[in-house]
């Protein structure tokens, strides 16, 4: 049989950094309330959680960097909000801040979770922070332990 590596969801002694957006800061903060949450019903003790913010989406990237190459966490959760207008600029701060956060998980081996919101409308937005569909920082909670604990074991 083919061996299969899956993560855990066991958050004992894990440090996790979150860092999050002000920008549309009323559902931001209900992203981290769910993270909090995702993260101290798998173990995570609330005293290693630490969690920063910048002012938007857009500087989500940097600060995951600097946050990842300090070297003080297992894992980083990224948390904003980019709701389009009428605009092309939901495209660049969308664009902008998933592809970093993504180069930087790549780039440090630290994992980041992306848990950043990128929706049509503010009520699409409370849905996924914890109305109507879930709580999108509860869920990156659980993939940020799951990657740790795979990652370990390769
Ligand atoms: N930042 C967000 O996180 N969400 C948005 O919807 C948003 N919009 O729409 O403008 C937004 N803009 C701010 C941006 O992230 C930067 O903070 C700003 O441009 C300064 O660099």
């Known amino acids: ?5 899956r993560g855990s969801l066991q958050g004992a002694g894990l440090k996790i950094g979150i860092a999050a957006a002000r920008f549309n800061d009323a559902i ?3 992203l981290i309330a769910g993270a909090n949450d995702g993260l101290t019903r798998h173990g995570v003790e609330l005293n ?5 913010r910048c002012p938007g989406s ?5 600060l995951c960097k600097r946050m990842a190459l300090s070297g003080k966490y297992d ?3 990224a948390l904003g909000c980019v709701i389009k207008g009428g605009t092309a600029h939901f ?3 969308a664009g902008q801040s998933c592809a970093g956060i ?13 848990g950043v919101l990128t ?12 109305i109507k569909m879930g709580n999108k920082g509860y869920d990156a909670a659980e993939a940020a332990i799951e990657m740790v604990d795979v990652l370990r074991q390769l």
């Open 48 to 52: 290693n959680i630490t969690v920063a």
């Open 1 to 5: 049989m083919a061996e299969e590596l």
């Open 102 to 114: 993504s180069q930087v998980s790549v780039d440090t081996d630290v994992p980041v979770i992306f």
């Open 28 to 30: 931001v903060d209900r």
């Open 58 to 62: 857009w500087e989500l990237p940097l």
């Open 75 to 77: 894992a980083l959760i």
């Open 119 to 130: 929706t049509d409308t503010v009520e699409q937005a409370m849905d996924r922070a914890g």
């Open 91 to 93: 495209d660049y701060v």
